[in-house]
């Protein structure tokens, strides 16, 4: 049996959810967990065992989930669809290339969860 050692990358895959009436959506209520699933099955079929996918909570951007986070190479993919894991694992996993048209960057995060919401003053705003 082949020693897999340290992942060569980590993807972290926001599973998040909140309640529906939540002034800020949640990655789970987009389908992060059939992209979660979708990305596990990618690399598995592709034999990308120095790859981890990694479930995790809130990972900030919010306001474009499904988010994603691949480390070490710091890029943050949001709005991910099932249709794009191929690429991701393909042309990013395997090859090194970040899908750029699914970069997001500091401006995303800024995003405010009150966008459309103004009936909520700032301070009602739930945790994450
Ligand atoms: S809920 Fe997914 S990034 Fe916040």
Request: aromatic share 6%.
């Amino acid at each position: 049996m082949a020693r897999v050692g340290m992942p060569r990358k980590f993807v972290f895959v926001c599973l998040n959810e909140r309640p529906e009436e939540h002034p800020r959506p949640s990655c789970t209520r987009r389908g992060s967990g059939s992209l979660f699933e979708a990305l596990r099955e990618e690399t598995g079929r592709q034999g990308l065992v120095d790859i981890k996918v990694v479930a995790s909570g809130c990972l900030e951007p919010c306001m474009v989930g499904p988010s994603l986070y691949v480390a070490p190479d710091d890029i943050w993919y949001g709005g991910v669809t099932i249709q794009d894991v191929p690429q991701i694992v393909e042309q990013h996993l395997a090859n090194d290339v970040p899908v750029e048209f699914l970069r997001i960057g500091r401006e995303e995060f800024e995003l405010s969860p009150l966008a459309g919401r103004s009936d909520l003053p700032p301070g009602e705003i739930p945790p994450a």
